[in-house]
C-alpha cells in the first residue's frame, strides 16, 4: 500500500513548496524523523507530537504545538509522512530513507540520506530551489530567472493542453505564491474533484502568456526575505553551497549535470516537467509531452549521475537474479516498518524500490544495475519470483511470489 495525498492535479505543473512555515533544520528534522521511525518500527500521532515538542534533552525538538501541524504540512509535502484523521501515514520517502538505512553500512548511510532528501526536494519544490541556486539566490536575478522560467512554462503548456479553461488552470498553478487554502478565482465553490477534465478539449489554442487579471506573475514584499534563506541552508546541507565561497565544486558538478541531461536551458533555466507516472496519477496521458516524457527511473538516474556521478550498469543476462535479490531485501525491511499496516504491506511501489535502489548505488559508488529492464525480464520467465502490478498511483507495485 502506498499513501497518497490527494490534490489538485495541475499542481505537478509547477514543482513548488507553498508553506513558508516549519521549513527550518530540514536535513536535521529528517534525520530525527527517520532514526525515530527505525526505532520504533513505526509513527503515530503520539510519537510524532513528542518528537516535535517534547524535551531536546531528551533528542526531541522542543517547539511548540503549532509544529505539529506546520512540520506535519511541509513533510507532507516532501512526501515523508501525511497526517490524516488524527493518525500518520508514512510516504514512500521516508521508507525509502528507512531502506537505505537499514541496508547500508553506517559510513554510507548520509550519501544515500542526501540523495534521497535531495530527490525529495526536486520532485515537490525543484523549480524554485534549483532556479534560486542557478541565480546564487542573489534576488534581483532570481526575480528574473523564475518570472522567465514561468512565462516560457505556461507558453509550452500551451502546445499540450489546449482550450481556455486549461489555460486558466496553467496560468493559477504556474505562479510564484499561491496561498494553500484559497481555492482561487476560478475555483469558487469547486472541489478538487471538479478541476479534472470532464469532457473533451477545444481544439481552440490560446496562448497562455495572455494574462488575465491575477494572473501577472508578483513577487510579495517578504518573499525574498524568507523563500532563498530556506533553499540555500538546504543547499548547504547537500553540499551544493557555501555560505561563503558560493557554489561547491558539488555544485557547479550537479548544474553541468542538469544542463547535460536538459534540464537548465541556454538560458540558464531549470524545468522538471512532470514524470509519466504523475501526469497519469493526475489524470492525463503518459505521454502528454511525446518523446519528451520521462520515466520515474529516468529522472532518478540522471539526478543521481549529476548529484553523485552514478553509472548504470548495462543489462545481461543474470541481472534479474541480482534484481531479485535486493527487492526482497527491501521487501524484508518494508514490511517490518509502519507495524500498524503491516497487512497493506504486501506490494512495494517502485516509488520506492527505485529511489532506494539509485541511493544505495551513490552511498556505495558503484553501478546500479538497470532495475527496469531487470523486472522486464523476469516478468518473461515461466518461474517468475517478483510480479509487478501496473498502478495508477505510484506506476508500479512489486510483491514477491510464493
Given at each position: 500500500?502506498?499513501?497518497?495525498?490527494?490534490?489538485?492535479?495541475?499542481?505537478?505543473?509547477?514543482?513548488?513548496?507553498?508553506?513558508?512555515?516549519?521549513?527550518?533544520?530540514?536535513?536535521?528534522?529528517?534525520?530525527?524523523?527517520?532514526?525515530?521511525?527505525?526505532?520504533?518500527?513505526?509513527?503515530?500521532?503520539?510519537?510524532?507530537?513528542?518528537?516535535?515538542?517534547?524535551?531536546?534533552?531528551?533528542?526531541?525538538?522542543?517547539?511548540?504545538?503549532?509544529?505539529?501541524?506546520?512540520?506535519?504540512?511541509?513533510?507532507?509535502?516532501?512526501?515523508?509522512?501525511?497526517?490524516?484523521?488524527?493518525?500518520?501515514?508514512?510516504?514512500?520517502?521516508?521508507?525509502?530513507?528507512?531502506?537505505?538505512?537499514?541496508?547500508?553500512?553506517?559510513?554510507?548511510?548520509?550519501?544515500?540520506?542526501?540523495?534521497?532528501?535531495?530527490?525529495?526536494?526536486?520532485?515537490?519544490?525543484?523549480?524554485?530551489?534549483?532556479?534560486?541556486?542557478?541565480?546564487?539566490?542573489?534576488?534581483?536575478?532570481?526575480?528574473?530567472?523564475?518570472?522567465?522560467?514561468?512565462?516560457?512554462?505556461?507558453?509550452?503548456?500551451?502546445?499540450?493542453?489546449?482550450?481556455?479553461?486549461?489555460?486558466?488552470?496553467?496560468?493559477?498553478?504556474?505562479?510564484?505564491?499561491?496561498?494553500?487554502?484559497?481555492?482561487?478565482?476560478?475555483?469558487?465553490?469547486?472541489?478538487?474533484?471538479?478541476?479534472?477534465?470532464?469532457?473533451?478539449?477545444?481544439?481552440?489554442?490560446?496562448?497562455?502568456?495572455?494574462?488575465?487579471?491575477?494572473?501577472?506573475?508578483?513577487f510579495s514584499?517578504?518573499?525574498?526575505?524568507?523563500?532563498?534563506?530556506?533553499?540555500?541552508?538546504?543547499?548547504?546541507?547537500?553540499?551544493?553551497?557555501?555560505?561563503?565561497?558560493?557554489?561547491?565544486?558539488?555544485?557547479?558538478?550537479?548544474?553541468?549535470?542538469?544542463?547535460r541531461a536538459?534540464?537548465?536551458?541556454?538560458?540558464?533555466?531549470?524545468?522538471?516537467?512532470?514524470?509519466?507516472?504523475?501526469?497519469?496519477?493526475?489524470?492525463?496521458?503518459?505521454d502528454l509531452?511525446?518523446?519528451?516524457?520521462?520515466?520515474?527511473?529516468?529522472?532518478?538516474?540522471?539526478?543521481?549521475?549529476?548529484?553523485?556521478?552514478?553509472?548504470?550498469?548495462?543489462?545481461?543476462?543474470?541481472?534479474?537474479?541480482?534484481?531479485?535479490?535486493?527487492?526482497?531485501?527491501?521487501?524484508?525491511?518494508?514490511?517490518?516498518?509502519?507495524?500498524?499496516?503491516?497487512?497493506?504491506?504486501?506490494?512495494?511501489?517502485?516509488?520506492?524500490?527505485?529511489?532506494?535502489?539509485?541511493?544505495?548505488?551513490?552511498?556505495?559508488?558503484?553501478?546500479?544495475?538497470?532495475?527496469?529492464?531487470?523486472?522486464?525480464?523476469?516478468?518473461?520467465?515461466?518461474?517468475?519470483?517478483?510480479?509487478?502490478?501496473?498502478?495508477?498511483?505510484?506506476?508500479?507495485?512489486?510483491?514477491?511470489?510464493?
Amino acid at each position: 500500500m502506498a499513501a497518497t495525498a490527494h490534490s489538485d492535479p495541475y499542481a505537478i505543473f509547477m514543482r513548488k513548496i507553498g508553506y513558508s512555515v516549519g521549513l527550518d533544520l530540514t536535513a536535521a528534522r529528517v534525520e530525527d524523523l527517520v532514526t525515530r521511525y527505525l526505532q520504533d518500527r513505526d509513527l503515530t500521532m503520539t510519537s510524532w507530537r513528542e518528537l516535535v515538542t517534547g524535551s531536546k534533552n531528551e533528542g526531541s525538538w522542543g517547539l511548540n504545538e503549532s509544529a505539529v501541524k506546520n512540520i506535519g504540512d511541509f513533510f507532507c509535502s516532501l512526501r515523508l509522512i501525511l497526517r490524516a484523521s488524527g493518525d500518520i501515514l508514512i510516504l514512500e520517502n521516508l521508507d525509502a530513507m528507512a531502506i537505505c538505512i537499514e541496508l547500508l553500512d553506517e559510513e554510507e548511510r548520509k550519501e544515500a540520506q542526501d540523495f534521497l532528501l535531495l530527490w525529495a526536494i526536486l520532485v515537490n519544490d525543484g523549480e524554485i530551489f534549483v532556479n534560486l541556486l542557478l541565480a546564487n539566490f542573489e534576488d534581483k536575478q532570481a526575480k528574473e530567472t523564475l518570472r522567465a522560467m514561468m512565462l516560457q512554462k505556461r507558453a509550452d503548456l500551451s502546445g499540450y493542453l489546449l482550450g481556455k479553461a486549461s489555460a486558466r488552470q496553467i496560468n493559477r498553478v504556474i505562479m510564484i505564491e499561491r496561498q494553500e487554502k484559497n481555492k482561487g478565482s476560478a475555483g469558487v465553490g469547486r472541489s478538487v474533484a471538479s478541476l479534472k477534465r470532464a469532457q473533451p478539449l477545444q481544439y481552440e489554442k490560446v496562448s497562455v502568456r495572455a494574462s488575465e487579471k491575477g494572473d501577472e506573475i508578483e513577487f510579495s514584499d517578504d518573499y525574498f526575505s524568507k523563500v532563498p534563506k530556506v533553499r540555500k541552508r538546504w543547499a548547504v546541507s547537500l553540499g551544493l553551497w557555501d555560505n561563503k565561497m558560493g557554489l561547491t565544486q558539488r555544485g557547479r558538478d550537479f548544474l553541468f549535470g542538469l544542463r547535460r541531461a536538459g534540464y537548465v536551458d541556454d538560458d540558464d533555466r531549470f524545468t522538471f516537467w512532470p514524470m509519466d507516472y504523475e501526469l497519469v496519477r493526475s489524470g492525463f496521458k503518459s505521454d502528454l509531452f511525446g518523446k519528451d516524457t520521462k520515466s520515474l527511473w529516468t529522472c532518478l538516474v540522471e539526478y543521481g549521475t549529476a548529484y553523485s556521478s552514478l553509472s548504470v550498469k548495462p543489462h545481461v543476462k543474470g541481472d534479474e537474479d541480482l534484481a531479485v535479490e535486493f527487492i526482497g531485501e527491501m521487501m524484508k525491511v518494508f514490511r517490518s516498518l509502519h507495524v500498524r499496516k503491516v497487512m497493506l504491506r504486501r506490494e512495494l511501489p517502485i516509488t520506492i524500490v527505485y529511489p532506494a535502489a539509485v541511493a544505495i548505488a551513490c552511498a556505495r559508488g558503484k553501478s546500479v544495475i538497470n532495475l527496469p529492464a531487470a523486472i522486464s525480464t523476469e516478468q518473461m520467465s515461466e518461474q517468475r519470483r517478483i510480479a509487478l502490478r501496473r498502478s495508477r498511483k505510484t506506476g508500479g507495485a512489486l510483491s514477491i511470489k510464493r
